[in-house]
T-cell receptor, first 109, second 113 residues
Framework: AQRVTQPEKLLSVFKGAPVELKCNYS??????LFWYVQYSRQRLQLLLR??SRESIKGFTADLNKGETSFHLKKPFAQEEDSAMYYC???????????FGSGTQLTVLP | EAQVTQNPRYLITVTGKKLTVTCSQN?????MSWYRQDPGLGLRQIYY???????DKGDVPEGYKVSRKEKRNFPLILESPSPNQTSLYFC????????????FGPGTRLTVL
Protein backbone atom coordinates (compact mmCIF):
# COMPACT_ATOMS: atom_id res chain seq x y z
CA ALA A 1 0.00 0.00 0.00
CA GLN A 2 1.10 3.55 -0.61
CA ARG A 3 2.47 5.65 2.23
CA VAL A 4 3.39 9.29 2.74
CA THR A 5 6.02 10.33 5.28
CA GLN A 6 6.59 13.81 6.60
CA PRO A 7 9.54 13.43 8.95
CA GLU A 8 9.22 16.81 10.68
CA LYS A 9 6.25 17.35 12.98
CA LEU A 10 7.39 20.88 13.80
CA LEU A 11 9.51 23.31 11.83
CA SER A 12 10.45 26.85 12.81
CA VAL A 13 12.24 29.38 10.64
CA PHE A 14 12.78 33.10 10.80
CA LYS A 15 10.99 35.49 8.49
CA GLY A 16 12.93 35.88 5.26
CA ALA A 17 14.76 32.58 5.63
CA PRO A 18 14.34 29.74 3.15
CA VAL A 19 12.05 26.93 4.17
CA GLU A 20 11.77 23.33 3.00
CA LEU A 21 9.10 20.93 4.19
CA LYS A 22 10.00 17.36 3.45
CA CYS A 23 7.73 14.74 1.99
CA ASN A 24 8.64 11.22 0.95
CA TYR A 25 6.32 8.63 -0.47
CA SER A 26 6.36 4.94 -1.11
CA UNK A 27 4.67 3.73 -4.24
CA UNK A 28 6.17 1.85 -7.14
CA UNK A 29 4.13 3.45 -9.92
CA UNK A 30 3.45 7.06 -10.93
CA UNK A 31 1.52 8.81 -8.21
CA UNK A 32 -0.05 12.23 -8.16
CA LEU A 33 1.28 14.40 -5.34
CA PHE A 34 -0.32 17.35 -3.58
CA TRP A 35 0.40 19.80 -0.81
CA TYR A 36 -2.54 20.90 1.32
CA VAL A 37 -2.38 23.70 3.88
CA GLN A 38 -4.44 24.44 6.97
CA TYR A 39 -4.13 27.93 8.41
CA SER A 40 -5.20 28.53 11.99
CA ARG A 41 -8.96 28.15 12.39
CA GLN A 42 -9.46 27.57 8.68
CA ARG A 43 -10.31 24.54 6.64
CA LEU A 44 -7.82 22.44 4.77
CA GLN A 45 -7.21 23.70 1.25
CA LEU A 46 -5.13 22.71 -1.72
CA LEU A 47 -1.85 24.59 -2.01
CA LEU A 48 -0.38 23.01 -5.11
CA ARG A 49 -0.17 19.80 -7.10
CA UNK A 50 2.82 18.41 -8.93
CA UNK A 51 1.17 18.05 -12.33
CA SER A 52 0.53 21.79 -12.48
CA ARG A 53 4.18 22.66 -11.89
CA GLU A 54 2.98 25.96 -10.49
CA SER A 55 4.15 28.35 -7.81
CA ILE A 56 1.52 29.32 -5.28
CA LYS A 57 2.20 31.99 -2.64
CA GLY A 58 5.88 31.63 -3.50
CA PHE A 59 5.90 27.89 -2.78
CA THR A 60 7.12 25.30 -5.26
CA ALA A 61 7.44 21.55 -5.11
CA ASP A 62 9.20 19.22 -7.52
CA LEU A 63 8.46 15.56 -7.81
CA ASN A 64 11.67 13.55 -7.63
CA LYS A 65 10.81 10.03 -8.66
CA GLY A 66 14.34 8.77 -8.05
CA GLU A 67 14.24 9.84 -4.42
CA THR A 68 10.44 9.40 -4.16
CA SER A 69 10.18 12.88 -2.69
CA PHE A 70 7.96 15.93 -3.14
CA HIS A 71 9.50 18.55 -0.88
CA LEU A 72 7.81 21.94 -0.54
CA LYS A 73 10.09 24.95 -0.78
CA LYS A 74 9.94 28.70 -0.45
CA PRO A 75 12.99 30.94 -0.72
CA PHE A 76 11.81 33.62 1.70
CA ALA A 77 9.33 32.61 4.39
CA GLN A 78 6.68 35.05 5.60
CA GLU A 79 4.86 35.10 8.94
CA GLU A 80 1.57 34.42 7.17
CA ASP A 81 3.01 31.09 5.97
CA SER A 82 2.68 29.73 9.49
CA ALA A 83 0.29 26.81 9.17
CA MET A 84 -0.02 23.04 9.13
CA TYR A 85 1.12 21.53 5.86
CA TYR A 86 0.08 18.11 4.61
CA CYS A 87 1.59 16.18 1.76
CA UNK A 88 -0.85 13.85 0.02
CA UNK A 89 -0.70 11.19 -2.65
CA UNK A 90 -3.26 9.82 -5.07
CA UNK A 91 -2.78 6.65 -7.05
CA UNK A 92 -4.10 6.02 -10.55
CA UNK A 93 -7.69 6.97 -11.24
CA UNK A 94 -8.73 6.52 -7.63
CA UNK A 95 -9.84 9.65 -5.86
CA UNK A 96 -8.73 8.64 -2.42
CA UNK A 97 -5.93 10.68 -0.96
CA UNK A 98 -3.34 9.27 1.39
CA PHE A 99 -2.06 12.00 3.70
CA GLY A 100 1.15 12.34 5.61
CA SER A 101 1.07 13.19 9.31
CA GLY A 102 1.64 16.88 8.66
CA THR A 103 4.28 19.49 9.50
CA GLN A 104 3.45 22.50 11.62
CA LEU A 105 5.42 25.42 10.21
CA THR A 106 6.03 28.47 12.38
CA VAL A 107 7.65 31.52 10.84
CA LEU A 108 9.16 33.69 13.54
CA PRO A 109 9.39 37.49 13.24
CA GLU B 1 -20.81 30.22 -2.87
CA ALA B 2 -19.38 26.77 -3.58
CA GLN B 3 -18.69 25.06 -0.31
CA VAL B 4 -18.78 22.02 1.93
CA THR B 5 -20.66 22.47 5.20
CA GLN B 6 -20.62 20.34 8.32
CA ASN B 7 -22.85 20.32 11.38
CA PRO B 8 -22.37 20.53 14.22
CA ARG B 9 -18.99 22.27 14.41
CA TYR B 10 -18.48 21.24 18.02
CA LEU B 11 -20.02 18.36 19.93
CA ILE B 12 -19.48 16.92 23.38
CA THR B 13 -21.25 13.66 24.08
CA VAL B 14 -21.06 10.60 26.29
CA THR B 15 -20.06 7.06 25.52
CA GLY B 16 -22.75 5.07 23.77
CA LYS B 17 -25.04 7.91 22.76
CA LYS B 18 -25.66 7.70 19.02
CA LEU B 19 -24.79 10.78 17.01
CA THR B 20 -24.74 11.97 13.41
CA VAL B 21 -22.47 14.56 11.86
CA THR B 22 -23.92 15.98 8.67
CA CYS B 23 -21.98 16.96 5.57
CA SER B 24 -23.41 18.77 2.59
CA GLN B 25 -21.88 20.12 -0.62
CA ASN B 26 -23.45 22.39 -3.22
CA UNK B 27 -21.04 21.70 -6.08
CA UNK B 28 -22.78 18.62 -7.50
CA UNK B 29 -19.68 16.58 -6.69
CA UNK B 30 -19.81 12.82 -7.13
CA UNK B 31 -17.09 11.93 -4.66
CA MET B 32 -17.37 12.57 -0.92
CA SER B 33 -15.19 11.43 1.92
CA TRP B 34 -14.78 11.55 5.70
CA TYR B 35 -11.45 11.95 7.47
CA ARG B 36 -10.40 12.17 11.06
CA GLN B 37 -7.45 14.30 12.09
CA ASP B 38 -5.41 13.33 15.15
CA PRO B 39 -2.15 14.83 16.41
CA GLY B 40 0.84 13.02 15.00
CA LEU B 41 -1.31 10.88 12.72
CA GLY B 42 -2.44 13.44 10.18
CA LEU B 43 -5.65 12.81 8.28
CA ARG B 44 -6.93 9.29 7.97
CA GLN B 45 -9.80 8.37 5.74
CA ILE B 46 -12.83 6.80 7.42
CA TYR B 47 -15.27 6.20 4.56
CA TYR B 48 -15.77 7.47 1.06
CA UNK B 49 -18.50 7.51 -1.54
CA UNK B 50 -18.02 7.49 -5.29
CA UNK B 51 -21.65 8.38 -5.96
CA UNK B 52 -25.20 8.01 -4.65
CA UNK B 53 -25.69 4.65 -2.92
CA UNK B 54 -22.01 3.77 -3.46
CA UNK B 55 -19.90 3.81 -0.30
CA ASP B 56 -16.72 2.05 0.77
CA LYS B 57 -14.41 1.77 3.74
CA GLY B 58 -11.33 3.90 4.10
CA ASP B 59 -8.39 3.21 6.38
CA VAL B 60 -10.14 3.52 9.77
CA PRO B 61 -13.84 2.60 9.34
CA GLU B 62 -14.39 0.77 12.65
CA GLY B 63 -17.12 2.33 14.77
CA TYR B 64 -18.50 4.47 11.95
CA LYS B 65 -21.28 4.23 9.40
CA VAL B 66 -22.17 6.42 6.44
CA SER B 67 -24.96 6.75 3.93
CA ARG B 68 -25.30 8.46 0.58
CA LYS B 69 -28.97 8.71 -0.30
CA GLU B 70 -28.57 12.02 -2.11
CA LYS B 71 -25.67 13.42 -4.05
CA ARG B 72 -25.22 16.47 -1.84
CA ASN B 73 -25.31 14.80 1.58
CA PHE B 74 -22.94 12.34 3.22
CA PRO B 75 -23.66 11.97 6.94
CA LEU B 76 -21.27 10.24 9.33
CA ILE B 77 -22.96 8.11 11.96
CA LEU B 78 -21.47 6.93 15.24
CA GLU B 79 -23.89 4.31 16.58
CA SER B 80 -22.12 3.90 19.91
CA PRO B 81 -19.37 6.48 20.31
CA SER B 82 -16.34 5.70 22.44
CA PRO B 83 -13.63 8.00 23.85
CA ASN B 84 -11.14 6.88 21.20
CA GLN B 85 -13.38 8.54 18.63
CA THR B 86 -12.64 11.93 20.15
CA SER B 87 -11.13 13.73 17.19
CA LEU B 88 -11.48 16.45 14.58
CA TYR B 89 -13.53 15.25 11.63
CA PHE B 90 -13.43 16.62 8.10
CA CYS B 91 -15.74 15.99 5.21
CA UNK B 92 -14.45 16.52 1.67
CA UNK B 93 -15.85 16.37 -1.83
CA UNK B 94 -14.53 16.39 -5.35
CA UNK B 95 -15.87 16.26 -8.90
CA UNK B 96 -15.74 13.32 -11.25
CA UNK B 97 -12.54 13.93 -13.17
CA UNK B 98 -9.28 12.21 -12.39
CA UNK B 99 -7.27 15.27 -11.46
CA UNK B 100 -9.83 17.11 -9.40
CA UNK B 101 -9.19 18.97 -6.18
CA UNK B 102 -10.77 17.88 -2.91
CA UNK B 103 -12.71 20.59 -1.12
CA PHE B 104 -12.85 20.32 2.63
CA GLY B 105 -15.48 21.27 5.16
CA PRO B 106 -14.65 23.40 8.22
CA GLY B 107 -14.33 20.43 10.54
CA THR B 108 -16.30 19.04 13.48
CA ARG B 109 -14.57 18.73 16.82
CA LEU B 110 -16.04 15.77 18.67
CA THR B 111 -15.36 14.91 22.30
CA VAL B 112 -16.66 11.62 23.69
CA LEU B 113 -16.59 11.44 27.48
Amino acid sequence: AQRVTQPEKLLSVFKGAPVELKCNYSYSGSPELFWYVQYSRQRLQLLLRHISRESIKGFTADLNKGETSFHLKKPFAQEEDSAMYYCALRVGSARQLTFGSGTQLTVLP
Amino acid sequence: EAQVTQNPRYLITVTGKKLTVTCSQNMNHEYMSWYRQDPGLGLRQIYYSMNVEVTDKGDVPEGYKVSRKEKRNFPLILESPSPNQTSLYFCASSAGSGTDTQYFGPGTRLTVL
